[in-house]
């Protein structure tokens, strides 16, 4: 037989394979996509014999994170600081567990467990023309800060000013640490203070496995029952991560449920309640 022969039956070999394979894995799926739907209806159900409402838009997808530890690296602070303030000398009383630069622009404070403060002599940070929540996030950027912007609360001053108060949170490959916010204060065109926690260094993936999302709906339900709290509604519900070990740092994929009586924040590894510390 000619090889053009072989080869074209061959082909036609293979093409079958391949349709019969596809006709087995389109049930599957579909299967896996029933009973995922079937999962997520049986957890709402659960929250609704509990009194609890899933008001968000759609459930959200499976968590796709995995925990970190990661090592801070503290160079590169003076630096930083300097990009926001001018030239800054290091105080001769300050320790590893807590550093001080001070300067003609201003004082920067650096601690070992992340904490910044940056404060600003008058005039020498202002907005120029740009929008609040721009220039902070270029000054946050300065520090090695790269997040998202929360919330933005004004407070009337004694001699009609108004003080400005934007706080951000910061993103790790994308993905918010819930627990690394940093506030920006504005007064006028005056930037008056940055102050909060950042996370730098370097990561490294460890183990375990995550909780479905409708697993972890169940997790929450009884987390609420048995510390007695009470929420009658979910409005939104994202995934993100908390710092639960500080020296090394640890990363632990956690779940941010917004509900009419506040955020929860759920560890997506054990079903946990946890709080910001």
């Not at 499976?62 to 090592?71: E, H, Y």
């Not at 004004?154 to 001699?159: A, H, K, Q, R």
């Not at 819930?178 to 926690?197: A, H, T, Y």
Request: hydrophobic share 40%.
């Amino acid at each position: 037989m000619e090889w053009s022969k072989i080869k074209n039956i061959v082909i036609l070999i293979l093409l079958c394979v391949n349709g019969a394979l596809l006709g087995l894995l389109i049930p599957r799926e579909r299967q896996q996509a029933l009973f995922a739907a079937e999962t997520w209806s049986g957890a709402v159900s659960a929250l609704e014999r509990g009194g609890i409402t899933f008001a968000a838009d759609s459930p959200p997808l499976d968590m796709a994170l995995t925990p970190l530890s990661v090592t801070r690296d503290r160079t590169g602070e003076q630096a930083a600081a300097e990009a926001l303030l001018g030239p800054l000398q290091e105080d001769p009383d300050s320790s590893p567990v807590r550093t001080l630069y001070t300067g003609p622009g201003g004082t920067a404070e650096f601690t070992m467990a992340g904490e910044c403060a940056i404060r600003p002599a008058e005039g020498v940070r202002t907005l120029e023309g740009s929008r609040r929540d721009e220039a902070g996030r270029d000054c946050l950027l300065q520090l090695g800060f790269t997040g998202r912007l929360l919330e933005e609360r004004t407070e009337p001053l004694p001699d009609g000013g108004e003080r400005h108060t934007l706080t951000y949170c910061q993103e790790w490959e994308g993905v918010p640490i819930f627990s690394c916010q940093i506030q920006v204060v504005w007064q006028g065109e005056q930037l008056l203070s940055i102050q909060g926690e950042r996370l730098t260094g370097t990561a490294v993936p460890g183990g375990g496995e995550v909780l479905s999302t409708a697993g972890a709906l169940v997790r929450f339900l009884a987390g609420l029952n048995q510390a007695g709290a009470l929420c009658t509604r979910i409005d939104a519900m994202s995934a993100g991560y908390l710092i639960t070990e500080p020296r090394p740092v640890q990363l632990t994929p956690v779940w941010s449920i917004e509900t009419d009586n506040g955020v929860y924040y759920l560890n997506a590894l054990d079903g946990a309640l946890l709080t910001l510390e």
